[in-house]
């Protein structure tokens, strides 16, 4: 028996309605990743998630917010992701390998959300002329990049470089993956983080390769 001091929470979402959001975004996800942005309308989002337009209305005021939660999604997903397999390295060598390779792993495994995003992504702005997602969710990844190069520059185990620079330049080698992976579905991505992994250890490592 609840106690007369207890309080519900109605501004607290219920088990029930959280499910359902996660629901459509999931199969905004799957929509924006098969038939591309501006196809993936909420009537068919809705038709996927098995409801109507009206419900679906009635957790996102609009495809901007859909749009806004599955950005947020996708990121979240990826950090959870990548983050412990980076977080147990030692070394900033290892911890860089790691990111690069769990990053390519992440969309070998989930290859829709990271499809969804580069459609998402290629659209451009929004009907208001704003960003379709809040930008700030990039940056816990872009953040790990530059502290790991820093770390590894502080350990004189990475050469002199732009800490910003080299980040933005992996990021945007790990970006195109989902669209080279759309025109070649064999693409063999344990090859290519192999592949990528070598190149920036290359591309940031000491002078003295002992130092690794």
Sequence with gaps: ???ETQTVDQSRPSF????????????????????????ASLAQIAKRAGVSTGVTLYYFSGKDELIRAV?????????????????????PAGALA??????????AE????????????RAGVDQGGGPRFDPGITAARREGFESILAWGQREGVFRPF??????????????????????EPDL??????AELVE??????RADDPAKE
Excluded: W
Excluded at 16 to 39: S, T
């Design 199 to 204: 190149l920036f250890r290359r591309a940031t």
């Design 110 to 121: 989930k290859p829709a959300l990271p499809r969804a995003m580069m459609n998402i992504m």
């Design 1 to 3: 028996m609840r106690s």
């Design 162 to 183: 732009d800490v910003r620079v080299m980040a933005a330049t992996i990021i945007e080698v790990l970006d195109f993956i989902p669209s080279r992976l759309a025109l």
């Design 16 to 39: 029930i309605e959280q499910a359902r959001r996660a629901q459509i975004i999931d199969c905004a996800i799957e929509a924006i990743a098969e038939l591309g942005f501006a196809q």
């Design 71 to 91: 950005a947020a999604h996708v990121f979240r997903t990826g950090e959870a992701f990548i983050r412990p397999r980076v977080d147990a390295q030692e070394g």
């Design 188 to 193: 063999d991505l344990t090859a290519y983080a």
């Design 98 to 107: 790691t990111f690069i390779s769990a990053s390519v792993a992440f969309i």
